[in-house]
């Protein structure tokens, strides 16, 4: 499915209205999609559920063809309890201490955001010492404050914010998403942080290069946010990708280094 590219979609869109649209299909009342459970090397090791479905369709997402057309994507609905339970099952299996959801945007609304939700109560609840991280693009954050302050009640919940340009036009070419909604994902990012989650931002530096790196250190101070919890993250090359990366238009600040797996 990596390298399949259904219709394309006519870029730039709304990034929020494509999250109602693209929550629909994904969501089955309080069932999310997914098309795999497993255990990843990141973070040292980490129990991995893969969704469906996001509200951006960025040029570098190993992931591209699945969240392009999430109603037609294979995968499977499962209840926030089965979900925690796989996440659980793996980590055990695995001896692992953390757990994520991964492939796709987790917050598109308030019916995925209560999936999420319900899924961290049970894991919390189940393995009172494990970490679950939550990897978004901070656009949903953005939208919707109170998400942010419902997430700090957890005390081991932690939000990898993936920023994805350090402009309107950066952000543009790189997620297909109109460029006036740049800064949703900064606001979301700041907001969760005042709310008091363990939240920082990450990018991709093949993407975003020494000057796009420092652009964003600078957005970041304008919102009182501390550019030093800045993470780096780096591109998987898969064909496709390299692909979509040149139809945007999108140049590579650096050469990637070819990785297995996510």
Request: glycine letters at 10%.
């Amino acid at each position: 499915m990596r390298g399949e590219n259904p219709q394309p979609l006519p870029l730039p869109f709304d990034p929020v209205a494509r999250a109602r649209e693209v929550e629909s299909p994904v969501m089955d009342g309080p069932r999310r999609k997914y098309y795999r459970f497993r255990a990843a090397r990141y973070y040292g090791g980490i129990a991995t559920a893969d969704a469906v479905g996001c509200c951006l369709l960025c040029a570098y997402c190993w992931n591209y063809g699945r969240n392009l057309d999430p109603a037609c994507a294979k995968g499977f609905f499962v209840s926030p309890k089965e979900a925690a339970e796989r996440l659980l099952g793996i980590l055990r299996r695995k001896r692992l201490n953390k757990v994520r959801v991964s492939g796709a945007e987790p917050v598109l609304g308030r019916r995925s955001f209560e999936h999420l939700v319900s899924v961290m109560e049970i894991v919390a609840r189940r393995e009172p010492m494990a970490d679950f991280i939550v990897e978004t693009n901070g656009l949903l954050f953005g939208v919707h404050p109170e998400f942010a302050k419902e997430l700090a009640g957890f005390r081991r919940v932690f939000v990898r914010v993936c920023l994805k340009g350090w402009d309107e036009e950066s952000f543009e070419r790189i997620t297909g998403a109109r460029g006036e909604f740049f800064e949703l994902p900064v606001h979301g990012l700041r907001l969760l942080i005042e709310a008091g989650v363990v939240a920082w931002p990450a990018v991709m530096y093949e993407v975003f290069g020494a000057k796009g790196m420092e652009r964003v250190s600078r957005l970041l101070r304008e919102h009182g946010i501390s550019p030093e919890e800045l993470e780096v993250e780096y591109l998987e090359p898969y064909p496709f990708v390299m692909g979509n990366l040149a139809e945007r238009g999108v140049k590579l600040e650096a050469e990637p280094v070819l990785r297995r797996g996510c």
